[in-house]
């Protein structure tokens, strides 16, 4: 599957705050955890364990082109997996290498651990737009905001999606990286990028 969304950072809490009062009611609110594995191979993939509302998924995402004016475009394989095997991944009992999707996809040990992130993630809807506003809390204490428009469309929706956000009085500034980039950049700011 491939995964188009249009990803773009806002300045704090408070842009956030008038770009989602204009958005209304969320639709869902959910707290997301996210721990993330680089593999030996290929290069820009990644292992992601997304826990949300007591689900666990794995996905594995590929890298694909530089991201253009906030249009993010990566190929991505997803499944659910039972909590048991989730505790299992994270206290190192079973190692990335051992799963299914894993050998499915093709990634290859060794695998780094990259660390986990916390997201709260809001989602709307504003007219045809798909909207989710993102607050993000890396292990060291620092935050992002985020919104995103994820639709195979989402390229022809960025005017729909900058009108609104002008309509709020808000800067969005186009994403050149994924949350997962901006962990390992605080890990080690001349790291590694998949």
Do not use: N
Not at 13 to 35: C, M, N, V
């Amino acid at each position: 599957m491939v995964e188009t969304e249009l990803k773009f950072r806002l300045a704090g809490e408070e842009e956030l705050a008038r770009l989602e009062a204009l958005l209304g009611k969320p639709l869902l609110l959910r707290q997301l955890s996210s721990h993330y594995w680089i593999p030996g191979s290929p290069p820009h993939a990644s292992l992601r364990l997304r826990e949300v509302d007591g689900a666990a998924e794995l996905t594995v995402k590929r890298g694909g082109a530089p991201p253009v004016d906030g249009l993010h475009v990566r190929e991505e394989v997803s499944e659910r997996i039972d909590a048991g095997l989730a505790v299992a991944l994270l206290c190192g009992e079973v190692s990335p290498a051992e799963l299914p999707l894993v050998h499915r996809t093709g990634l290859a040990a060794p695998f780094h651990d990259a660390g986990r992130l916390l997201t709260e993630r809001r989602t709307f809807r504003a007219g045809i737009l798909p909207v989710e506003t993102d607050r993000v809390l890396f292990p060291d204490g620092s935050r992002d905001w985020e919104v995103e428009v994820e639709a195979p469309e989402a390229a022809a929706l960025r005017g729909a999606l900058l009108e609104l956000a002008r309509r709020a009085g808000v800067a969005l500034v186009p994403s050149r990286d994924t949350k997962l980039q901006r962990l390992l950049a605080r890990q080690d700011p001349a790291g590694a990028t998949p």
